[in-house]
């Protein structure tokens, strides 16, 4: 009898993992779908050249955090313009809320950089990027 019943709940675990593995995977699907609209809408084809000369290139990245239950996107903007050092914008955002989480810009070659996820200041990108962690892994 309780050969049965260990056998039993381990049947109804494994069910119910996989249909948190289902679940999962199509939140992370739905995810990367606004991920995906919200990138065509701001930026199109993700590359745009300002009239003073300046391109600006546009690029993403998007995680599912399972643990948070957030879509979070990344933002990646590099200006550029002959001559003078490109600027770099990171925004992280939570699109289910349409939230700001963290932003970092830099100026290549300055000593200031914009750094902050939530309310904890960095100083350069690999900083902020160890605490975007958390949001861009579960």
């Not at 313009?81 to 700001?100: F, M, S, T, V, Y």
């Amino acid at each position: 009898m309780k050969a049965i019943a260990a056998l039993l709940g381990l049947v109804l675990a494994t069910g119910a993992q996989a249909q948190s593995l289902t679940e999962k995977y199509e939140l992370s699907e739905r995810c990367a779908k606004q991920a995906a609209e919200r990138f065509e809408k701001q930026w199109g084809t993700g590359v745009f050249s300002h009239t003073d000369g300046r391109q600006t290139t546009t690029n993403y990245e998007h995680h599912y955090n399972s643990r948070l239950h957030k879509c979070i996107y990344l933002e990646i903007r590099d200006t550029s313009q002959g001559g003078k050092a490109p600027l770099r914008i990171l925004n992280l955002l939570d699109l289910h809320e349409n939230r700001a989480i963290g932003r970092y810009s830099k100026i290549e070659g300055d000593k200031f950089a914009v750094c902050l996820v939530q309310d904890r200041r960095c100083a350069s990108e690999e900083e902020w990027r160890d605490l975007i962690k958390p949001f861009m892994e579960d």
